[in-house]
């Protein structure tokens, strides 16, 4: 079976940081992989995609940048980080249209 | 673009019944899901509509209405746990690539 794994479950950081977050994906091959931030009251915003190695597209113009060095991870960075990059962080990935995320990163920055 | 929206809050009583409502206005409109939230989790998903009409799943059913941009979310015998916020996200096409947009969620309260 499909499984996804995300960490760390939640992160405190002071502003101009860096940061890195983990996504790993267990049990398919070349998956679509995503991240996405939820902030209170804004929804689930769909930062980056990724259809395979060293392919990433951005949705919005970020301090954040994500990269896919193998098949089954994906990993969400930043050199320096904002206070508003605070937020819920999933990693999904989707199959026939639904997705699955992982269990979300909370970031807080201070 | 796309513009979705449901209602922020709702509250209903242990073993009613609850409607929440979502429209949406897309264009390349390919279906429409709805995902579970409980409060410091990620969402699950619950149903998948991409015809019209109604799909039953337990106690939860989910209606689509293509010409109207319209879909609403149905729990039955509502239990305490179905407090979550319930996400409406659609899905249409793009370039060949398929982008699923989600609603800012429903907050849903089940009192006793």
């Known amino acids: 079976s499909q499984t996804i794994h995300q960490w760390p479950a939640t992160l405190v950081q002071p502003v101009g940081s860096p940061l890195s977050l983990e996504c790993t994906v267990e049990?398919?091959?070349?998956?679509?992989l995503y991240w996405y931030r939820q902030a209170a009251g804004r929804g689930l915003q769909l930062l980056f995609y990724?259809?395979?190695?060293?392919?990433i597209s951005s949705e919005v113009p970020q301090n954040l940048s994500a990269s896919r060095p193998q098949d089954r991870q994906f990993i969400l960075s930043s050199k320096k980080l904002l206070l508003s990059d605070s937020g819920f962080y999933l990693c999904?990935?989707?199959?026939?249209?639904?997705?699955?995320f992982g269990s979300g990163t909370r970031l807080t920055v201070v | 673009g796309q513009n979705i929206d449901q209602p922020t809050e709702m509250t209903a009583t242990e073993g009613a019944i609850v409607q929440i409502n979502c429209t949406y206005q897309?264009?390349?409109?390919?279906?429409l899901f709805w995902y579970q939230q409980h409060a410091g989790e990620a969402p699950t998903f619950l149903s998948y509509?991409?015809?019209?009409g109604l799909e039953e799943k337990g106690r939860f059913s989910s209606f689509l209405s293509r010409s109207k941009g319209y879909s609403y979310l149905l729990l039955k015998e509502l239990q305490m746990k179905d407090s979550a916020s319930y996400l409406c996200?659609?899905?249409?096409?793009?370039?060949?690539?398929?982008?699923?947009?989600f609603g800012t969620g429903t907050k849903l309260q089940v009192i006793p």
């Open positions: 999904a990935w989707k199959q026939g249209g639904i997705s699955t």
């Open positions: 049990g398919t091959s070349n998956p679509n």
């Open positions: 990724s259809v395979g190695i060293g392919q």
């Open positions: 897309t264009s390349g409109f390919n279906g």
């Open positions: 509509n991409v015809l019209d």
């Open positions: 996200a659609v899905r249409r096409d793009s370039g060949g690539y398929q982008k699923v947009t």
